[in-house]
């Protein structure tokens, strides 16, 4: 749990698309790095440290990170990567601001889902000696999810569209008329699989005074994570509920802001996620909730978490507002990452 003294400065984000043929995980990355450092109008040289994002099975490499080390200034310099959602390297980075161990920071989360085999991927997660032996992958545990919530096909629809509607990249679809995957859920319940990376640069109070580039303040960022899959209630998030209500606090607020951005993979963990939270069923999403779409609203996984971060940001920069952005790691949800901003207005 980390309070805020770090100030966001630059961002940056690519589109979002099922293929990015046309570059590499190198060039992807440096697309997200150029326009933060532009927004923050300082140079690579200047950077003081990295806290990247990556997964080293999507990536196809161990040391997933090693693409991208020149590209975000970490020769020589400080650098660590955290092989989980850009949520939790937006807390890593505020946590060594907070401590004074750097003062300029480059936060980069990037993933090319297309370029591996995300059966393979998600099979790699489960338990080698037993599960994994199955060729299980995540949308057939997450079938038994469903079955468990029992969430109606319509309400996780209405989920699904709400987040389409918001989407850059997504064309509008039913959901519940796309083809069945594992019983019961339906092909567009699914986040799809895209490329694309994001950014941000973080700094401390003096360096933002300095600039005076400041857009927002990362107020405090809270992680929680749970039991595997197997030893835990699939019908409940207490992580999340944990991790938010430690993020509130440590920021200093009473209650939730209107503006709040969930991260998940299926559309009913998006309806489970707003139950835990008490904001309530589909027609959350569909009065607000989630403003980006979120990871429905077609975000690489790895990435989703940070772009939601991204969200919060420019609705509050300028301002004197607040959001809160969620991202997640792991087998349906495993660890929860929640952070919260202010506008610097």
Same mark, same amino acid.
């Given at each position: 749990? $980390?309070?805020?003294?770090?100030?966001?400065?630059?961002?940056?984000? /690519?589109?979002?698309?099922?293929?990015?043929?046309?570059?590499?995980?190198?060039?992807? +990355?440096?697309?997200?790095?150029?326009?933060?450092?532009?927004? @923050?109008?300082?140079?690579?040289?200047?950077?003081?440290?990295? $806290?990247?994002?990556? =997964?080293?099975?999507?990536?196809?490499?161990?040391?997933?990170?090693? #693409?991208?080390?020149?590209?975000?200034?970490?020769?020589?310099?400080?650098?660590?990567?955290?092989?989980?959602?850009?949520?939790?390297?937006?807390?890593?980075? @505020?946590?060594?601001?907070?401590?004074?161990?750097?003062?300029?920071?480059?936060?980069?989360?990037?993933?090319?889902?297309?370029?591996?085999? &995300?059966?393979?991927?998600?099979?790699?997660?489960?338990?080698?000696?037993? =599960?994994?032996?199955?060729? &299980?992958?995540? /949308?057939? $545990?997450?079938?038994? =999810?469903?079955? =468990?919530?029992?969430?109606?096909?319509?309400?996780?629809?209405?989920?699904?569209?709400?987040?389409?509607?918001?989407?850059?990249?997504?064309?509008?679809?039913?959901?519940?008329?796309?083809?069945?995957?594992?019983?019961?859920?339906?092909?567009l319940e699914r986040a799809p699989r895209m490329d694309g990376a994001c950014a941000?640069?973080?700094?401390?109070?003096?360096? #933002?005074?300095?600039?005076?580039?400041?857009?927002?303040? $990362?107020?405090?960022?809270?992680?929680?994570?749970?039991?595997?899959?197997?030893?835990?209630?699939?019908?409940?998030?207490?992580?999340?509920?944990? #991790?938010?209500?430690?993020?509130?606090?440590?920021?200093?607020?009473?209650?939730?802001?209107?503006?709040?951005?969930?991260?998940?993979?299926?559309?009913?963990?998006?309806?489970?996620?707003?139950?835990?939270?008490?904001?309530?069923?589909?027609?959350?999403?569909?009065?607000?909730?989630? &403003?980006?779409?979120?990871?429905?609203?077609?975000?690489?996984?790895?990435?989703?978490?940070?772009?939601?971060?991204?969200?919060?940001?420019?609705?509050?920069?300028?301002?004197?507002?607040? +959001?809160?952005?969620?991202?997640?790691?792991?087998?349906?949800?495993?660890?929860?990452?929640v952070v919260c901003v202010e506008g610097a207005g």
């Amino acid at each position: 749990m $980390i309070g805020g003294r770090s100030y966001v400065v630059g961002i940056g984000e /690519t589109p979002f698309a099922p293929r990015r043929d046309d570059v590499n995980t190198t060039e992807l +990355a440096w697309e997200a790095i150029r326009e933060a450092l532009g927004d @923050a109008r300082v140079e690579l040289a200047q950077i003081t440290g990295v $806290i990247s994002a990556s =997964q080293d099975f999507w990536e196809g490499r161990t040391i997933s990170s090693m #693409a991208v080390n020149e590209v975000a200034g970490a020769t020589f310099k400080a650098e660590s990567k955290v092989a989980a959602d850009g949520a939790l390297a937006v807390g890593y980075a @505020a946590a060594r601001i907070a401590t004074g161990s750097d003062s300029l920071m480059l936060v980069v989360a990037h993933c090319k889902e297309s370029q591996a085999d &995300p059966h393979q991927v998600e099979n790699a997660a489960f338990d080698p000696l037993g =599960q994994r032996l199955l060729d &299980p992958d995540e /949308t057939v $545990i997450a079938a038994f =999810q469903a079955q =468990q919530l029992d969430f109606d096909l319509a309400d996780r629809a209405r989920v699904v569209a709400a987040a389409r509607s918001r989407s850059r990249w997504l064309e509008p679809a039913d959901a519940a008329s796309s083809p069945e995957t594992a019983t019961p859920l339906h092909e567009l319940e699914r986040a799809p699989r895209m490329d694309g990376a994001c950014a941000l640069v973080l700094c401390d109070e003096e360096t #933002a005074g300095r600039l005076g580039r400041a857009k927002a303040r $990362i107020a405090s960022v809270a992680t929680d994570t749970g039991s595997y899959w197997l030893d835990r209630d699939l019908t409940e998030a207490p992580g999340l509920k944990s #991790a938010f209500a430690n993020a509130l606090s440590a920021a200093g607020w009473d209650d939730a802001p209107d503006h709040v951005e969930l991260a998940a993979p299926f559309a009913h963990q998006a309806l489970l996620f707003a139950r835990e939270l008490g904001a309530g069923g589909a027609e959350a999403f569909e009065n607000g909730l989630c &403003p980006t779409g979120g990871w429905l609203a077609g975000r690489p996984g790895v990435v989703a978490g940070l772009s939601n971060v991204i969200g919060g940001l420019r609705a509050v920069q300028g301002t004197s507002e607040r +959001a809160l952005a969620h991202g997640t790691t792991g087998l349906l949800c495993q660890s929860h990452h929640v952070v919260c901003v202010e506008g610097a207005g």
